[in-house]
């Protein structure tokens, strides 16, 4: 009995500061890039986000809060509805998001 309070104790002391190493990594200018076309999305500290795309024939811009629940990215765009990424990988220079129906986009960071 005193293992499982220990242990619960453990994990919720430890639980929630794990999204915050990714958050921290998260901040900054990131681009995934194809032959014809370029996304750049952008992470700001207070939790603000924008995406630029560009394809062979037309510019996007949206904007939109991010947060940050577990391994999944959640962004709340103005307008549209939320898009959920799982984060597979984010390191210092390079982010890997994924979903079930579109596999996975590597970004690099470029700020």
Same mark, same amino acid.
Request: contains cysteine.
């Given at each position: 009995?005193? @293992? ?8 919720? &002391? ?27 999305? &952008?992470?700001?500290?207070?939790? !603000? ?35 959920? @990424? ?7 220079? !390079? ?5 079930? &129906?579109?596999? !996975?986009?590597?970004? !690099?960071?470029?700020?």
């Amino acid at each position: 009995m005193l @293992r499982r309070i220990t242990l619960a104790l453990f994990l919720a &002391s430890v639980t929630p500061g794990q999204a915050e190493p990714a958050a921290a990594k998260l901040i900054g200018k990131w681009v995934w890039q194809r032959v014809d076309a370029q996304i750049t999305l &952008s992470f700001a500290p207070d939790h !603000t986000c924008s995406l630029e795309g560009a394809g062979l024939d037309d510019r996007y811009l949206r904007k939109g809060a991010w947060k940050i629940e577990g391994s999944r990215l959640i962004i709340s765009w103005v307008g549209q509805p939320d898009e959920v @990424r799982n984060i597979i990988k984010i390191t210092s220079h !390079t982010l890997v998001l994924g979903w079930p &129906s579109d596999g !996975t986009q590597t970004y !690099t960071r470029t700020e």
